[in-house]
């Protein structure tokens, strides 16, 4: 699969190889998670939402959680 990737959907800035040496990222660094937290609560605000909106630092912390469990995977 990642050499399927590689090959038609190479992009320069894809690691695609690092997903398989438990060090794929979900999460872009931590200096840009303040910019995402002000866009999604503008959009919760907005009423882009159709149910109750999770809260932005839960929806971060599952998304840690899932890469963790992704890296630590055999």
Known sequence: M???K???FYASF???NECL???LLLLPEDDHIPGL???YEKMTAAGMMYTA???FDEIIEQIREIEAKVNDWP
């Open 6 to 8: 590689n090959v038609f």
């Open 21 to 23: 040496e438990g060090r």
């Open 53 to 55: 909106a999770p809260k």
């Open 2 to 4: 990642i050499k399927h």
């Open 14 to 16: 894809a690691k695609y």
């Open 37 to 39: 937290k002000a866009d």
